[in-house]
């Protein structure tokens, strides 16, 4: 870069009014950081609102006015008390768990497949995998719904489990696969030039190799099933989900259960960053401190 | 050995054939059977039956046209916001944020923990007419009694903002965090001013994030119903809205597929072109 005295040396003019490089720059490094801080910040104001009033004492179910600290809705009694928004929370555990189980199965297979095999259709699959991420929920929905209506299928967990599968299917593909693009092949030759069987070496080299890649892969399916509200409410019939529930609610005021709820929800969150952030710290301690650019 | 390159032939198709099945019998069939319904007359006491109407299509572009339109308009304001909230943030993060790179990360994701309805009726407690910012701001004078948020556009808009605004965050900065800082500095050490770089050499490789987080938001919010239902009004009704209302309300399939045919294909339209603006071959590599 052609510094000052630089110019001056090559007798080139120099522009008087512009400022001197050194402070503009400073200004500048202070300037993004801290509009980053701003935007984090933004995100976390429905969540602080959400806590806050987890702990109003509101007179009726309408949680709405700042009418004095109570812990009371942490009371396990108290939380557990409205029957059909645990029942809710049953259901959404349930679709939850099922979900991510059978489609992190079906979406691993699949991106196994694409990264370590070329095959005729690789990328019409590609394109076919994308379809259902680029379509909006409503038209899933209602087009799920569609089928259920017209071949007389009953609406209940089967169809809401179904439906969220259907949705997490691509993502766990895509999830794994930026997972599984970095592996070396090598590491299985090497297993296999030791003897080991394409089965023992699968389970022994390649897919502890791959697990974080399919927990981060669960963990979303996770989080996309138990927030699911606009598939689920076209496909759920009689059954409720946790977000079914608190829509139906929100007309007549919302608990501060829900605020509860939701509260234990985002401490799990937080729990996970902690977790990862401490594995991660520990990883960087155990590598070797050469090549990290 | 003949017969074992013959299984490695098909272990392919054997492992996708599970979740190919999946999403053909519940993404591919449910298309088709909505296509079929959007063509089907009747009513829901004597059933809907297959007849071939296609003036559902012509009646519904007509009725609603206007949400049709809003839609649009929101998706693209709230696409455009997005990005320009984002793009100094995902920048900063993944040229300058070392080794607390994965602390902003999962910093940015955390809040969306929280189930997505109870993070919108939060903007409604935060919105509320006598909530306790605009409450607040009405007590010391500074805003007239008459004022409010909710129910107008720039509710729904400012919902659909916070909601969506992770989907554009997290690709571009994957698409920045390729970005190798030695460019950067080959371009200045070309002689080129900070503009000429980011226009140059930031922006063009930050591409493939701008259109996957372009996407990512702008379909999701042509179909959102819940941002217009919890914090709109009459005059912010969007099109899943309608569809909701025509699928879950009144029972009337065929208008609902219909609705939702002319929605897919209008966003499959739009990505196809808004693909082939920025080059396709490059974006999906």
Same mark, same amino acid.
């Given at each position: 870069m052609a510094t000052t005295t630089e110019r001056i040396a090559r007798r080139e003019p120099i522009d008087a009014t512009a400022p001197p490089q050194k402070p503009r720059k400073r200004r500048k490094e202070w300037l993004l950081p801290a509009y980053t801080g701003l935007v984090i910040a933004y995100l976390f104001v429905p969540i602080a609102i959400m806590i806050l009033f987890g702990f109003n004492n509101p007179?009726?179910?309408?949680?709405?006015? $700042?009418?004095?600290?109570?812990?009371? $809705?942490?009371? &396990?009694?108290?939380? @557990?008390?409205?029957?059909?928004?645990?029942?809710?929370?049953? %259901?959404?555990?349930?679709?939850a768990i099922v979900s991510t189980l059978i489609a992190?199965? @079906?979406?691993? @297979?699949?991106? @196994?497949?694409?990264?370590?095999?070329?095959?005729?259709? =690789? *990328?019409?699959?590609?394109?076919g995998l994308f379809l259902p991420m680029a379509s909006p929920e409503v038209v899933l929905g209602v087009s799920l719904l569609a089928l259920f209506v017209s071949i007389n299928v009953p609406l209940g967990l089967v169809t809401i489990i179904i439906a969220h599968i259907m949705f997490s299917i691509s993502f766990v593909v895509v999830t794994v696969k930026a997972r599984t693009s970095g592996f070396d092949h090598n590491l299985e030759d090497a297993a296999g030039d030791l003897g080991a069987d394409p089965w023992t070496a699968f389970w022994t080299v390649t897919f502890p190799l791959i697990f974080p890649g399919i927990l981060a892969a669960g963990l979303l399916v996770f989080a996309l099933s138990i927030d699911d509200y606009?598939?689920?409410?076209? %496909?759920?019939?009689?059954?409720?989900?946790? &977000?079914? $529930?608190?829509?139906?609610? *929100? =007309?007549?005021?919302? &608990? &501060?259960?829900?605020?509860?709820?939701?509260t234990l929800l985002f401490s799990l969150g937080l729990l996970y960053v902690i977790v990862s952030l401490w594995r991660g710290r520990k990883a960087e301690a155990l590598a070797p401190p050469v090549g990290k650019g | 050995m003949a017969a074992k390159s013959?299984?490695?032939?098909?272990?392919?198709y054997l492992l996708t054939l599970p979740g190919v099945l999946w999403l053909t019998a519940f993404f591919v069939v449910p298309m088709v059977t909505m296509f079929s319904v959007s063509f089907q007359e009747g009513n829901i006491y004597e059933g809907y039956r297959f007849t071939g109407h296609w003036q559902t299509y012509t009646d519904t572009l007509g009725s609603y046209s206007e949400q049709f339109l809003r839609s649009l308009?929101?998706?693209?304001?709230?696409?455009?916001?997005?990005?320009?909230?984002?793009? /100094?943030m995902s920048y900063w993060i993944a040229l300058k944020g070392g080794k607390r790179k994965n602390l902003f990360l999962l910093m940015i994701l955390l809040p969306f923990f929280t189930p997505f309805i109870i993070r919108t009726l939060s903007w409604k407690l935060i919105l509320g007419d006598e909530g306790i910012f605009l409450g607040t701001l009405k007590n010391i004078g500074i805003l007239p009694d008459s004022y409010q948020v909710l129910a107008t556009p720039t509710a729904v808009i400012a919902g659909?903002?916070?909601?969506?605004? /992770?989907?554009?965050?997290?690709?571009?900065?994957?698409?920045?965090?390729?970005?190798?800082?030695?460019?950067?500095?080959?371009?200045q050490d070309l002689y080129s001013n900070k503009r000429e770089t980011f226009m140059n050499v930031t922006l063009p490789l930050a591409l493939p994030g701008v259109f996957a987080g372009s996407l990512l938001t702008f379909i999701p919010v042509a179909g959102d119903f819940i941002n217009a239902e919890l914090l709109g009004g009459v005059n912010t009704t969007m099109i899943g809205n309608v569809i909701q209302r025509e699928i879950l309300v009144n029972l009337d399939y065929p208008e609902g597929a219909a609705i939702s045919f002319l929605l897919m294909a209008g966003i499959l339209l739009g990505v196809f072109l808004y693909a082939r603006a920025l080059g396709t071959e490059e974006l999906m590599g």
């Open positions: 007179a009726g179910r309408y949680n709405f006015q $700042w009418e004095g600290f109570t812990l009371k $809705w942490y009371n &396990p009694t108290t939380l @557990l008390e409205y029957e059909d928004l645990n029942d809710a929370l049953i %259901n959404s555990l349930t679709v992190t199965a @079906l979406g691993t @297979l699949i991106a @196994l497949a694409l990264t370590r095999h070329r095959f005729r259709g =690789r *990328s019409s699959l590609n394109l606009v598939i689920t409410s076209f %496909n759920a019939g009689g059954a409720t989900t946790i &977000p079914l $529930w608190v829509y139906g609610a *929100s =007309r007549i005021g919302v &608990p &501060p259960q829900v605020n509860v709820m939701g | 013959e299984r490695g032939r098909l272990t392919p308009w929101y998706g693209l304001i709230v696409t455009a916001a997005v990005l320009l909230i984002t793009f /100094p659909l903002i916070y909601n969506f605004l /992770p989907f554009m965050a997290l690709p571009l900065y994957v698409a920045l965090e390729k970005l190798d800082p030695a460019l950067l500095e080959a371009a």
